[in-house]
T-cell receptor
Framework: RKEVEQDPGPFNVPEGATVAFNCTYSNSASQSFFWYRQDCRKEPKLLMSVYSSGNEDGRFTAQLNRASQYISLLIRDSKLSDSATYLCVVNIWTGKLIFGQGTTLQVKP | DGGITQSPKYLFRKEGQNVTLSCEQNLNHDAMYWYRQDPGQGLRLIYYSQIVNDFQKGDIAEGYSVSREKKESFPLTVTSAQKNPTAFYLC???????????FGEGSRLTVL
């Protein structure tokens, strides 16, 4: 089983739609969690950290479910500019940051 | 401006040659990392360093070497022992291990 798993997609949604991605992790001792965004042929950039109580940043909401060992990212009112690959990142107990494969989102007009 | 600088951005080499990718940061971060990304894949950890003069192997260290003689610098050498070196290489740093990563713009290596 991979340490961090994501559905690679692609998720094709119309503008204005709400879309959600999940990411599962195998190590129950994992300590911190992040969502990164990566545009084609560019470096990843931090979208948001994921806190235990859940957190929101504008149209983006991140949640952590420790019991089921997954994190989620919800994007409301999708924009064309949201088209990208979304990478889930987990800090396993050793301090290493492990990346998921990424989920590709395409927002269509 | 603070950030991470990788060079070169694009590099072409013949099979059997060693190449060194540069990574410099002026963020005063203790931890630095090298990741490799293949098309359609996530990032895989090659090496990481928590502090000067110390580094650890990641998941795919075979065929690579690093050094950490200065806090600001973490160069990666892709040796001829690396069987499939063509990839996108990303250097990152964080204030401490396990914290948010800041990435350089990456280096694309193509071995002909």
């Amino acid at each position: 089983r991979k340490e961090v798993e994501q559905d690679p997609g692609p998720f094709n949604v119309p503008e204005g739609a709400t879309v959600a991605f999940n990411c599962t992790y195998s190590n129950s001792a994992s300590q911190s969690f992040f969502w990164y965004r990566q545009d084609c042929r560019k470096e990843p950039k931090l979208l948001m950290s994921v806190y235990s109580s859940g957190n929101e940043d504008g149209r983006f909401t991140a949640q952590l479910n420790r019991a089921s060992q997954y994190i989620s990212l919800l994007i409301r009112d999708s924009k064309l500019s949201d088209s990208a690959t979304y990478l889930c990142v987990v800090n396993i107990w050793t301090g290493k940051l492990i990346f998921g494969q990424g989920t590709t989102l395409q927002v269509k007009p | 401006d603070g950030g991470i600088t990788q060079s070169p951005k694009y590099l072409f080499r013949k099979e059997g040659q060693n190449v060194t990718l540069s990574c410099e940061q002026n963020l005063n971060h203790d931890a630095m990392y090298w990741y490799r990304q293949d098309p359609g894949q996530g990032l895989r950890l090659i090496y990481y360093s928590q502090i000067v003069n110390d580094f650890q192997k990641g998941d795919i260290a075979e065929g690579y070497s690093v050094s950490r003689e200065k806090k600001e610098s973490f160069p990666l050498t892709v040796t001829s022992a690396q069987k499939n070196p063509t990839a996108f290489y990303l250097c990152a740093s964080s204030v401490e291990q396990g914290a948010e990563l800041f990435f350089g713009e990456g280096s694309r290596l193509t071995v002909l």
